[in-house]
């Protein structure tokens, strides 16, 4: 346990983990149709990573069965591809991480298939915004509560609500790291930023409710009240004067 700044030859090896993970996003992004069923993505993303030289890294990880997590409308994340079938106004979160040389990347986007909701277009607009937010404040010498309560003043203009019972986290040579980078929190708390820290933001909106319950499957986390939620994740690594997406194309 403990903080970990990454070498520079550490974070060649996740940048090259997180273009995998973006490219798989964006052939996953053209798939996303009415008809098609979450275990046929699951295949593909599994096939891809392979493909491109890489390993699940959630397939396994305490047990999780799946390469993708696959998590629809009132499912905020941690959903099982299985035999759902997606249609028409859902919204599809899509989230994958993959192992390159021992080093991870995570990221997650949620696409809404058409015709989405006014508020479904909101919440998607309002959950990549707050990841943006997140990520334009990362820089060495800021606080983890910093990043945490600029995600959460953006958020709270909207009038939807960030889950708060799961966070962000430094990844690196393992999924989830010190530190946890909470969607909500107080300005100058928590440990400071410094180059070579790597981190997964993830911020989760719901339109009703910051409360959730957990499926029968034991995995899949719901929106307590049905509502809609979007989840959108980067994994960075924090440089002198900003921070580097690592899972972008
Ligand atoms: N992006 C998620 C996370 O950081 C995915 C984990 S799914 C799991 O926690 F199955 F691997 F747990
Ligand atoms: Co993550």
């Given at each position: ?67 993708l ?50 508020t ?100 899949t ?11 959108f994740?980067h ?15």
């Amino acid at each position: 346990m403990g903080i970990i700044i990454k070498s520079e030859n550490e974070i060649t090896l996740m940048r090259q983990a997180g273009k995998i993970v973006a490219r798989v996003l964006d052939k996953l992004t053209g798939l996303i149709k009415p008809g098609i069923k979450t275990q046929e993505l699951d295949v593909i993303a599994e096939e891809e990573i392979l493909r491109l030289g890489g390993i699940p890294s959630f397939k396994g990880y305490r047990s999780y069965p799946a390469t993708l997590c696959v998590s629809i409308n009132d499912e905020i994340v941690h959903g099982i591809p299985g035999n759902r079938v997606l249609k028409e106004s859902d919204l599809v979160s899509l989230d994958v991480g993959a192992i390159y040389k021992g080093y991870q990347g995570d990221a997650s986007i949620t696409v809404g298939i058409t015709p989405v909701s006014e508020t479904g277009k909101r919440l998607l607009e309002t959950t990549k915004g707050a990841l943006a937010e997140g990520i334009r404040v990362a820089r060495a010498g800021v606080h983890v509560g910093d990043l945490s309560n600029a995600i959460q003043s953006y958020v709270e203009k909207t009038g939807f609500y960030l889950v708060k019972e799961y966070s962000g986290h430094g990844i690196g040579a393992n999924l989830h790291e010190d530190p946890q980078v909470p969607n909500v929190g107080v300005k100058g708390e928590g440990p400071v930023l410094y180059p070579g820290m790597t981190l997964a933001i993830e911020p989760m909106v719901n339109t009703g409710t910051w409360r959730t319950r957990i499926a029968k499957n034991m995995w899949t986390v719901l929106t307590a009240d049905g509502g809609l939620s979007a989840h959108f994740e980067h994994t960075i690594v924090i440089t002198k004067n900003g921070a580097e997406i690592l899972t972008a194309l």
